[in-house]
């Protein structure tokens, strides 16, 4: 009978598991997850107001359910948890499903500054991850410059211009939602530093911030003209042209009635934050200008932009994992077809599926076919890899190594405290902010009251 460990239980986690219980009969897997939730960034990624893709947890419950699937959070793979070497000697196999679990830097001036976060963080904060810090986001803020323009740039975006009321029935955690009633942004800047036309939104996304209300939302034409494809988009591809579209007609002067204004701006290049009374309180861009070669280059120019709040929304990175070889260049694990390779050679029994074995790209679904890749590959070495005798059930081994695993039955628990939590702040269900909190709850206790 074949065991596989799975590290990780966010959407490419599930999705290993469930094609190796699908594909192989007898099969049985552990999800070993480091929180006591699971679902990965379905839970604590997605944006508390995108409830149909929040809905994925409906999907990957089922997989996570399964007879030959057993959940264990709070089980950390790595330093101060299990080694991958000892996953080894527990399990035919292991698939590390780990992520990207850290953002890429802008490396100028200033950047460590108060105030300057990534948007990672500011994620993780209304997403209530327990790692989180509530580091008073917003205290004081009154213009928000957010660097990026993709789909996160957006979200976070999105959240700042927010009103409470429409937050208040989705499940963010009750002092996110708290300090976000009490905000005082009432401008946000969401600059790139290259064209309309590359960049990375999806259009749903980007549309949704002409849906806010009391929000207008602003585009300097003569900016974003500076990229021919702003003034003829017929040339794009669809998903692109319908991008420039929307932003087209974002170009009129924005309503003056408006409580909040959501820039859009194009060309401009971080080069230093610049600190007022301790703390961040503008970005120094450089105009830049389309090199020909579908990338930048700089012209000298230079602007201020204000914001008390700096989120940097540039990507995400890999991180080495204690026991398996890392790419730094990629921020990947080698691999081939989802085996991992040491010093070239195929590593038996060790796999990797999702963003540490592809990068940080695509759709939660394309980690469906990724997944695929890899179990395909794990199940052509099954015959080899099942020929080792194991211990009947790792469970007590892994216990042995200092671990004390919150089953399925401690997840379902804190989703109990949750529901009654939110019904005592007249909410729906509310998430449980802090380590504290889940491990009670996941015990069987009611949490901890995380109000201030």
Same mark, same amino acid.
């Given at each position: 009978?074949?065991?596989? %460990? ?110 300057? &976060? ?64 009490? @905000? ?31 929000? %207008? ?57 610049? %600190? ?92 469906? @076919? ?6 395909? @590959? ?32 401690? &997840? ?24 504290? @909190? ?15």
């Amino acid at each position: 009978m074949l065991r596989v %460990a799975v590290v990780g239980s966010g959407p490419s986690g599930c999705y290993t598991a469930q094609h190796l219980v699908q594909l192989a009969p007898g099969a049985r897997v552990d999800v070993l997850d480091r929180l006591p939730c699971p679902y990965g960034l379905v839970r604590y990624g997605v944006a508390p107001d995108h409830e149909k893709i929040k809905s994925l947890q409906g999907s990957l419950r089922t997989v996570l359910e399964h007879e030959r699937v057993r959940f264990l959070g709070a089980v950390p793979v790595g330093p101060g948890g299990v080694p991958a070497a000892r996953l080894r000697e527990l399990y035919h196999a292991a698939v590390y499903c780990v992520g990207a679990a850290t953002d890429r830097h802008l490396d100028v001036p200033g950047e460590d500054l108060p105030g300057s &976060w990534s948007a990672t963080a500011f994620v993780s904060w209304y997403s209530a991850h327990p790692d989180a810090a509530d580091t008073g986001f917003l205290r004081e803020v009154r213009s928000a410059v957010v660097v990026g323009v993709g789909n996160v740039a957006v979200d976070v975006t999105r959240m700042l211009a927010r009103g409470s009321g429409e937050l208040r029935p989705t499940d963010m955690p009750h002092t996110a939602l708290t300090a976000l009633e009490a @905000s005082e942004v009432t401008e946000i800047h969401m600059v790139g530093r290259r064209g309309p036309s590359q960049a990375r939104f999806t259009t749903k996304e980007l549309r949704e911030l002409g849906t806010l209300p009391d929000t %207008a939302v602003h585009v300097e034409a003569a900016e974003a003209a500076l990229d021919p494809a702003f003034t003829d988009p017929s040339g794009l591809p669809p998903p692109l042209r319908r991008n420039v579209e929307v932003l087209r007609g974002w170009t009129e002067p924005p309503r003056p009635e408006a409580r909040r204004l959501i820039r859009l701006r194009f060309f401009l290049r971080p080069v230093e934050l610049l %600190a007022v009374d301790g703390r961040v309180g503008a970005v120094r861009f450089e105009r830049t200008a389309p090199d020909g070669e579908g990338g930048v280059t700089g012209t000298g120019r230079f602007e201020d932009v204000e914001g008390q709040l700096v989120l940097r929304s540039v990507g995400y990175r890999g991180v080495p994992l204690e026991g398996l070889p890392f790419d730094a260049a990629t921020g990947t694990v080698p691999h081939l077809a989802g085996r991992v390779l040491r010093g070239g050679a195929v590593a038996p029994g060790e796999y990797v599926a999702g963003w540490i074995k592809r990068g940080p790209t695509g759709v939660i679904g394309t980690n469906r @076919s990724c997944a695929k890749e890899t179990v395909t @590959s794990l199940l052509q070495d099954a015959p080899s890899l099942t020929a080792r005798a194991l211990p009947d059930d790792p469970l007590p081994a892994l216990r042995a190594e200092g671990v004390d695993p919150v089953p399925w039955q401690g &997840w379902e628990s804190i989703e109990r405290a949750e529901s009654r939590w939110g019904a005592s702040l007249g909410r729906g269900l509310v998430k449980l902010p802090d380590w504290e @909190s889940l491990l009670t709850a996941a015990r069987g206790g009611d949490g901890v009251d995380p109000r201030p």
